[in-house]
């Protein structure tokens, strides 16, 4: 009886394809696992606007919470490195306003997705600001309904820098997606 031979060459193909599918893979079950159905919000009435500046953040809060007391923008700055002077949680206070009119999902969501985003490229070696991030998303053209999904926005985002696309190049390419 013949002994069956092993392979002697590697199907790099192959093997970045399985790469590729298990960082999406990944990248989803990251996402879905953080959703707490907030990321509808414009389906169920969304935002009306208004915004409560209070100042009880914590740097350890690792996911802003639905019920949390803390500001999306100072949560944002402070676990961006950005300080918490009032200038600065105010720029992003501004930012995020844009993009919860802009996207799907909610400032509180933007921001949790931002460094999550963030957390994931630095695991494959890719340095980001959040705060760039939501800044160069929030310029990207809507959908066909005149929305788009921060979440899938991130999840393209990802796999287009994970599979050695630059900034510049992935931004372009979401630029063409809609």
Aim: hydrophobic letters at 40%.
């Amino acid at each position: 009886m013949a002994k069956a031979a092993l392979p002697t060459t590697i199907d790099k193909g192959g093997l970045m394809r399985r790469r590729h599918w298990l960082a999406q893979a990944t990248f989803l079950l990251a996402l879905a696992a953080c959703d707490d159905g907030e990321s509808n919000k414009k389906k169920s009435g969304g935002s009306d606007g208004r915004r409560t500046v209070r100042s009880d953040a914590t740097n350890d809060e690792a996911w802003l919470e639905a019920g949390s007391k803390t500001p999306p923008a100072q949560w944002l700055a402070t676990r961006a490195g950005k300080g918490s002077a009032p200038a600065t949680v105010q720029e992003i206070a501004e930012l995020l306003d844009t993009a919860d009119r802009r996207f799907l999902e909610s400032d509180r969501m933007i921001a949790n997705r931002s460094l999550q985003l963030v957390a994931m490229l630095r695991e494959a070696g890719i340095k980001e600001d959040p705060v760039d991030l939501i800044q160069a998303f929030t310029g990207l053209p809507a959908d066909h309904e005149g929305v788009r999904s921060y979440t899938k926005t991130c999840e393209l985002y990802f796999n287009l820098r994970h599979a050695g696309k630059s900034q510049t190049e992935a931004l372009a390419v979401l630029d063409k997606e809609q």
